[in-house]
């Protein structure tokens, strides 16, 4: 459907317009697609409002007139979608025009050009003799040889009004080069405007084509990473179709608004690109098999499963207290089983202990195994990252339900890694945008370097686990220290 204008009251009531094109200019300047008399309607600035197409739909946008754009009685501030049938009125006392939506087959008509102002002046009488037809008649003084007072009065009002003359052509000229003073600088500022618009599509090709590397260079090694690559790549493609539309509309504003959603995304996409760098293979080897699948016993028949992680050889391992203790924290596990990495068994542990508040949301669990255990190589101190670092998760999310393999009729645990890049830390909080779900629970989030730096224990509700929550690892370090001698 394309827009139908018919044009309600003003000096053009009664007439009729259709437009195919997706910008519609409206004013009193002669290069309005609408146009308004320029001498007599003048509650209509010369660059007053345009109708636009955005989005498939259509929008009325004020250029910043002097009077104000509104739409059924109500005056706009914004982009505002206009419906059929909706009542434009340009300033409070200008005139209207109704907005209708018709058939793309329907043929383009244009608005009459405005009256013209003025009339001609009349032209001046020569008087002539009688029978002489054109020929001037000679007055008395000029036959004479005499100067007329006529005469003598036009040589003084030339002599008087010489001044004036001089100073109204002064103006004439000083009127001109600021009229193209002002349109060499509308034409500067066009440039440079198109410039920028420039250089941010090249800028915006530069990045969608790094991140596409970089999740090429992942090929499905590392979950979530990729995922949160494309969702980035979507928002800087959605910045490039609005720069299309700002750059059509020439509207500088936009295009400045479009530079901050263009920097804060190519931040977000370098950061992942980076993430991607890391060597997520060498992390996983030299830590999963410190990792475990947690099975908690509450009540006969009632078994949770979570994730939990060694950080010695001889047991002590760090999971959440809402795994072992239940969401409010307050039930006590009748079994725990510990079934490490790439193992068909599960061995027997204990509770040793549960932060005392619900924040930090860790526990620590023991289990005895004859010659020990593996454990993660290290835990970070310290703030241990920052918002825009990569990081790891290894853990058993859906718990049970993963998918595994059976060595002789047993299921064997298998891990499962993702990645993703943080993007808050707090004294009790590290924000990941990456992936979990259920069973995540418990997992230890590693650094660049392998290192533990906090353990997962929920996310934000309606993100389909893409942004997750992490305990700082200083709080486990801290409830843990009494059964491991010293903090590690």
């Known amino acids: 459907m394309k827009p139908q204008i018919r044009v309600l009251s003003g000096f053009s009531a009664g007439t009729t317009a259709?437009?195919?094109?997706?910008?519609?200019?409206?004013?009193?300047?002669?290069?309005?697609?609408?146009?308004?008399?320029?001498?007599?309607e003048l509650d209509v600035s010369a660059r007053h409002a345009a109708i636009l197409r955005q989005r498939g739909r259509w929008v009325l946008r004020d250029l910043g007139s002097r009077n104000g754009t509104l739409v059924n009685g109500h005056q706009i501030t914004a982009d505002t979608k206009l419906d059929d049938?909706?009542?434009i009125r340009l300033g409070t006392g200008g005139p209207t025009f109704e907005f209708r939506l018709v058939p793309d087959s329907t043929p383009d008509t244009v608005l009459p050009a405005p009256p013209a102002g003025a009339a001609q002046a009349p032209r001046p009488s020569v008087e002539t003799a009688p029978g002489a037809r054109g020929v001037p008649r000679p007055t008395a003084g000029a036959a004479s040889g005499r100067t007329s007072t006529s005469q003598k009065i036009r040589v003084e009002v030339r002599r008087q009004t010489k001044g004036l003359r001089t100073l109204t052509a002064v103006l004439f000229g000083v009127l001109l080069l600021v009229v193209a003073a002002f349109v060499f600088e509308n034409r500067r500022q066009a440039g440079l405007r198109e410039r920028e618009a420039q250089a941010m599509q090249a800028r915006i090709d530069s990045v969608l084509a790094a991140s596409e590397a970089a999740v090429q260079s992942l090929r499905g090694q590392v979950a979530g990473l990729a995922d949160a690559l494309r969702r980035s790549q979507a928002e800087v493609e959605r910045v490039n179709r609005d720069l299309a539309s700002a750059r059509a509309s020439g509207d500088a504003g936009q295009v400045a608004a479009l530079r901050a959603r263009l920097t804060s995304a190519t931040e977000t996409l370098r950061n992942q690109q980076l993430a991607a760098q890391v060597d997520y293979s060498a992390i996983h080897q030299a830590n999963?098999?410190?990792v475990a699948m947690i099975y908690v016993e509450l009540a006969p028949g009632e078994v949770f499963t979570g994730t939990a992680f060694a950080i010695t050889r001889d047991g002590v391992m760090i999971t959440n207290r809402h795994v072992v203790a239940g969401p409010d924290g307050t039930r006590r596990p009748s079994r725990i089983g510990i079934k490490f990495a790439d193992s068909d068994?599960?061995?027997?542990?204990r509770l040793l202990a549960l932060s005392p508040d619900r924040v930090a949301d860790v526990a620590v669990v023991k289990v005895d195994i004859r010659g020990g255990n593996p454990a993660v190589k290290s835990l970070g101190g310290g703030t241990g990252v920052r918002p825009g670092d990569p990081v790891a998760i290894i853990g058993f999310p859906l718990g049970a339900e993963l998918p595994s393999d059976r060595v002789g009729g047993k299921p064997v645990a298998r891990t499962s890694l993702t990645a993703g890049t943080v993007s808050k830390v707090?004294?009790?909080?590290?924000?990941?945008?990456?992936?979990?779900?259920?069973?995540?629970?418990g997992s230890p989030i590693f650094d660049r370097a392998g290192n533990v730096v906090a353990i997962l224990y929920g996310g934000q509700p309606g993100t389909g686990g893409r942004i997750v929550f992490g305990v700082p690892i200083a709080h486990a370090r801290q409830l843990a220290?009494?059964?491991?001698g010293q903090q590690q």
């Open 481 to 484: 220290a009494p059964f491991v």
């Open 426 to 441: 707090l004294s009790d909080l590290v924000q990941v945008d990456g992936y979990g779900a259920e069973g995540s629970s």
């Open 85 to 87: 049938t909706d009542q």
């Open 345 to 349: 068994q599960t061995f027997a542990a």
């Open 288 to 290: 999963q098999d410190a």
């Open 18 to 40: 259709v437009f195919s094109k997706p910008y519609i200019a409206i004013g009193r300047h002669p290069a309005s697609d609408l146009r308004f008399d320029a001498d007599q």
